[in-house]
């Protein structure tokens, strides 16, 4: 049995979710480590270039926050991102703490043709808010958000993590679409798509944004919305970090209880046949008010099991009805399903994908559920491997193919194939064992979800329909294609 490799894992992740946060940055001198003679950065196409000293102060003089180089106490922790799979050194990370620090730090990768990372929240899978030898763009002090009950809408700055947006939008009995593991990004999370347990009622998170202040490469910053820019306000949702570094996001709010029916119901995996064969039926006739998603892996003492995640956004009496029926399936081991507050759903994956932990993971969205998809997933089950998911349907579906840079309009679910571990001696053999589990479902996908995934050269057929104008509008704000590191969209000229 598998209980020494997930424990191994489960070890890993607790572990690494115990690395204290990064502490705000108390240092106010515009250079946190002044660089002796000049230092070697890495452009565009590969070419190393040279940063002068000079110009390094000047920068960090520009800035209200501090740009660290390599030597300074603060640099591990702000070149360290989630996955501890990516170990790289960048030549300076500006860390901002405005939109104008952030203008002045894309200014100056512009004029060097300098490469530029941009971290969010840092929980990029492939590493892309970090690079070796370019400059990290830090916005991990632009963190906070304030929800406003009249307007029924919150600002989340360009930083932010998803707990921060819950907590202020509950705080105001408001909430949006925000993801399943509460230290994530608000920043990356969003422009990728953004799928959470509300999706089914509210959309995406891209549905919910109202405008978005962000700043172009050539250092412009800008507020647009429906009504201003809207090509660029059509881009960022769904065309990831391409076209600029968002400072602040506004998103629509709706009334919401807290206390929401919601928690798992946990099978053997000698059912999962059953269970998903009932899940195949039953899932396409839900309410908008049901998120209810699969998991198979391994728990704590437990071992293998098939998992529904369930939440219901609305009368719980109703909810109690609607899921009956998935309750009746075979014999469950544990049900947690009961009346509770939302965010025990919100942050109870956070320790288990905890920073540091190495991991790999591939997806691939799913439009409807085939009887050759279960028996793919029943007969490619690998005990190191999970299998999530992120439920759509619902809202998500009735928002035009094109109305959004996020073409997978009439996917019902994405399924995310992952592993997690500890020690760096097993990546080769963790990454392989994703590999076979999404070989053997990918053939019943239609795209992917390019938020999660890692190999970037079907980015152009992933964006469908929507890549010929997101490259005409990257050409337009993004002509030398500064922002590179994501799932990436050539300018057209
Ligand atoms: C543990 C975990 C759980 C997840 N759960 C979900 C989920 O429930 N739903 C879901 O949809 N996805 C989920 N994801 C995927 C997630 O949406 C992406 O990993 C996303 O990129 C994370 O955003 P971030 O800001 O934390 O990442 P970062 O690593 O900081 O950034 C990722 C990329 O986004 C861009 N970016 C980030 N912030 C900005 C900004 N402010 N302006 C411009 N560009 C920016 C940059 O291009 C950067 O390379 C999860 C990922 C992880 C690791």
Not at 123 to 152: E, R
Request: with cysteine; proline share 4%.
């Amino acid at each position: 049995m598998d209980r020494r490799q997930f424990c191994r894992t489960t070890l890993a992740a607790s572990v690494a979710a115990a690395i204290p946060m990064l502490p705000g940055c108390s240092k106010q001198a515009p250079v946190a480590t002044q660089a002796d003679t000049s230092i070697r950065g890495i452009s565009l196409t590969g070419a190393e270039i040279e940063l002068e000293k000079a110009a390094i102060q000047e920068l960090g003089e520009s800035m209200t926050g501090p740009v660290i180089l390599s030597g300074h106490p603060d640099y591990d922790g702000a070149r360290a991102i989630w996955n501890g799979m990516h170990d790289k050194r960048p030549a300076l990370i500006a860390r901002c703490m405005s939109a104008e620090d952030v203008s002045q730090a894309v200014t100056f990768a512009r004029e060097r043709e300098l490469l530029v990372a941009v971290r969010g929240g840092g929980h990029s899978w492939p590493g892309k808010s970090v690079c070796d030898d370019g400059l990290m763009i830090d916005l991990s002090q632009m963190n906070t958000v304030t929800a406003d009950a009249d307007a029924q809408s919150a600002h989340a700055r360009g930083g932010a993590l998803l707990n921060a947006l819950d907590t202020a939008s509950l705080e105001k009995g408001l909430v949006t679409t925000a993801g399943v593991v509460s230290h994530t990004g608000v920043g990356g999370f969003t422009l990728g798509a953004g799928f959470g347990r509300l999706n089914r009622k509210y959309g995406l998170a891209i549905d919910n944004v109202l405008s978005a202040t962000i700043v172009t490469a050539d250092g412009q910053i800008r507020t647009v919305s429906a009504d201003n820019e809207p090509d660029l306000f059509w881009a960022i949702r769904g065309g990831g970090g391409n076209f600029g570094v968002v400072t602040d996001f506004e998103f629509q709010l709706h009334p919401f209880d807290r206390n929401v029916l919601s928690g798992n119901i946990i099978w053997p995996i000698d059912q999962a046949r059953d269970v998903l064969e009932f899940y195949a039926e039953w899932s396409g006739g839900l309410s908008d008010e049901l998120y209810a998603g699969p998991t198979i892996g391994t728990l704590p003492e437990i071992n293998r099991v098939i998992m529904m995640d369930i939440v219901y956004n609305g009368d719980p009496a109703a909810g109690e009805k609607e899921i009956a029926a998935l309750r009746a399936i075979g014999s469950p081991m544990a049900d947690t399903v009961a009346v509770q507050d939302y965010m025990n759903m919100q942050t109870g994956m956070d320790v288990m994908m905890g920073h540091g932990v190495r991991s790999y993971a591939k997806n691939g969205m799913i439009s409807e559920w085939t009887q050759g998809l279960i028996d793919a997933i029943i007969d490619a089950d690998d005990p190191r491997t999970f299998l999530a998911n992120h439920v759509a349907g619902g809202a998500v579906k009735r928002v035009g193919e094109m109305d959004t840079a996020f073409p997978h309009r009439n996917a019902e679910i994405m399924l995310v194939m992952l592993t997690a571990w500890g020690d760096a001696a097993q990546d080769d053999e963790m990454v392989a064992a994703t590999r076979a589990l999404h070989d053997a479902i990918e053939p019943f996908t239609g795209g992917y979800y390019s938020n999660i995934d890692f190999d970037h050269s079907a980015a152009v057929g992933n964006y469908g329909p929507a890549y010929s104008r997101l490259a005409k509008i990257k050409g337009q704000y993004d002509p030398g294609n500064l922002f590179r590191l994501n799932s990436n969209i050539e300018p057209a000229v």
